[in-house]
Every structure is written in structure tokens, then in C-alpha cells.
């Protein structure tokens, strides 16, 4: 029985022939997004997608929701060290969303494109009984044939990331307990930003191991070490956060942190003169290494002591 994202990865991977035998030099399934190459040129693609009482709720800003459904794309190409070109979007409606929410979901999707990069070229309508918007999306790498990828970890790397965690799943709680709550957490969660020009720089400095921060940086760190096949270990006292959150969570506070997903920050890990390199031009931080290989796992250190984590990311499966 398929119980999870990866294994569901894994079974369609093994089991189905127009997804195991793509060309050589494509990348597939198992990343923050497609690459193809065609006449020497590579195109990114990703899809992506924000589902009522999953993602938002009815009563949410819409433009809120068009804003992030761009975002979370505009996020994965990111994570690819590459930009955005065009989305297509597929809306899911019902006779409950108003034409104001309408207006203001495309409002926050042009207003994602103007400011990040890409142009709206399409899509599709269905009726639903759940609102939904799935969008697809094209990049384009910023230089030719090179990416961030989850499988080119190696042992002796250092592991870093941008900005701050935690805020995205804090801002998330408050809304859920009052939707007027308006301050740093709940802007986080609402209209985070993707880091194309963080992605950038790491591909100028000539890492080719990353991927953004969506479903949690436990999560989402398993996910590198199982790609590549390594073995991290994380000082949880050098991850970048706000203080305030020490108070609002008190003792689920690093379970929070660990856990807290959409925060599309970057993951970013290279050799260490490669990562201080790119500190000089944007704003990461070391917060771990990685330690071994050939056994994916990941490990969380607290005083020098390692601690077991209480509870999990978040799941479509769960």
C-alpha cells in the first residue's frame, strides 16, 4: 500500500515505461521540477497546485491565493537555478466563489508574474465541488546546462539555506484562529517570495545541489539524502528564526520549525568555500554537513546532542 509522496514517487517510477525510459539527458520524476532538452536548448517544467481546505479557505483573500498558486511555481524553477517563462492555469470553480474573488485571484497571479518574472498564456475551466487552481509552468535555466539538482550532495558538503524558517506554519496558525491577523508570520504564509535571484547566485558560484523549502526542511532534507544517497547531520542552533517564535510555540517550538512547510527559502549545499563564497552575496546561513554516504538519513543536533523530532511534515497521503 502506497503510504506517502516518495513512495508513490518510486512506484510510478519503476512501473510505468513513458516515465522510467524519458531520453538520458531529460530529468524526470523526483525533483522540484522537470528539465527536457531539445536543439541544445533546455526547458524547466513544473506543475503545481492550491486546493480549497487544504492550501486556503473560502473566506481567504483571493488575490492571497492566486498570488501563492504563481509563487509555488515560480519557487520550484527557482530551486532548479533557473526563471520563469509562462504558466497555464486550469481553474477548479463553483457557483460559490463571487466575481470579485475572480478578479482578485488573477490580481495576486499577474501581480506574482509582474514582480517574479513569467507571463499568463492559458488554461482551462472545470466546475468542482472544491475550488482548486492547478498551474502549470516553464523556466529556463540561467545558464545552459546547468541546474540545482537533489542528487549531486557529497559527503564534506556543507548544508545552507536562505532566510528565516518557521514563520510560514506560524503565520498559518494564526489565520486559522483569526483571518484579520496581519503581521510578519501571517505575510510569510501569505505572499512568500521565491528566490530566483538567490538560486542565480548559486548557480553563478557553481553549486549544483538544491532545492526549495516547501514541505518542511525535515522533509525536505530526507528527500536530498535519499537522492543522493548521504547522510546529514543539522545544528539546530544555527538555523535562522525569528525569536518570536520561541514564545508562540514554547515546547513544540522545534518541531514547528522543522516542520513548518511553504516557506519556499532555498536549501543550498556545495563545498565550503563555494557556500562562503555566495554569503558574501545573499543572505544564507550554514545551519549543518553532510557526514557520510552511501546511508540516506538525516539527523537533528541540539547542544551537541541529537534529538528525535515528535512529529512529521505535512503529506497529501496523510
Known sequence: MIKNEEQFIDFISKNFESISRIPSNWLGVGDD????????NELIFCADAVVQDV???QETNFFNVGWKAIVSNQSD??????????????LGINKKISEKQLIDLYKGMDS????HGGYLIGGDIVKSNEIFISISAIGKNFQKKRSLRRDKANEGDVVAITGEIGNSIAGFEMLENNQNTSNKQTKKFLEPIPRINEGRAAIEAGIVCGMDISDGLNK?????????????????EKIPYDKFLEKYFLNEFENKILNSGEEYELILIAPISKIKSLKEKIDISIIGKVT?????????YKNNKKINLTSESFDHFG
Open 33 to 40: 521540477a522537470a528539465i527536457i532538452t531539445f536543439d541544445s
Open 292 to 300: 557520510g554516504n552511501n546511508i540516506p538519513e538525516i539527523n537533528f
Open 112 to 115: 506574482a508574474c509582474q514582480k
Open 220 to 236: 525536505d532534507l530526507k528527500r536530498i539524502c535519499e537522492s543522493s544517497n548521504v547522510k546529514i547531520d543539522i545544528d539546530i
Open 55 to 57: 492550501h486556503f479557505r
Open 77 to 90: 524553477i527557482a530551486a532548479m537555478g533557473g526563471y520563469p517563462l509562462a504558466f497555464t492555469i486550469t
